[in-house]
Nanobody, 122 residues
Framework: QVQLAESGGGVVQAGGSLRLSCTAL????????MGWFRQAPGLEREFVAR????????YYADSVKDRLIISRDPAENTMYLQMNNLTTKDTATYFC???????????????WGQGAQDTVSS
């Protein structure tokens, strides 16, 4: 069974950067498409970015395009989310998950991590 664990959350000022990590136990990142989602208090979980198995194709939500970068290191069995030029709207708990199909819908993902809290202060 796949287990995912996020790390790297924290507090940063607006305009700053953070890098989140998602480490997998039980599978390698080249086997499955993977994604990042986030959930702010009182709001639904929303898609942030995904990366395909094999060729590493990426796709981003419009709200984060050009600021966030998803990547993976198969040797470390870890996926990353580099977040730059952060705004207060990026404050949320960030989750990584395994995709059952190439999709931006949370219902198409399984094996969710426990989440990493990111807070961006103004």
């Amino acid at each position: 069974q796949v287990q995912l664990a996020e790390s790297g959350g924290g507090v940063v000022q607006a305009g700053g950067s953070l890098r989140l990590s998602c480490t997998a136990l039980g599978h390698t990142f080249n086997t499955y498409d993977m994604g990042w989602f986030r959930q702010a208090p009182g709001l639904e979980r929303e898609f942030v970015a995904r990366i395909a198995s094999g060729n590493g194709q990426t796709y981003y939500a419009d709200s984060v395009k050009d600021r966030l970068i998803i990547s993976r290191d198969p040797a470390e069995n870890t996926m990353y989310l580099q977040m730059n030029n952060l705004t207060t709207k990026d404050t949320a708990t960030y989750f990584c998950a395994k995709a059952q199909q190439w999709s931006g819908r949370a219902s198409d993902y399984v094996s969710w991590g426990q989440g990493a809290q990111d807070t961006v202060s103004s």
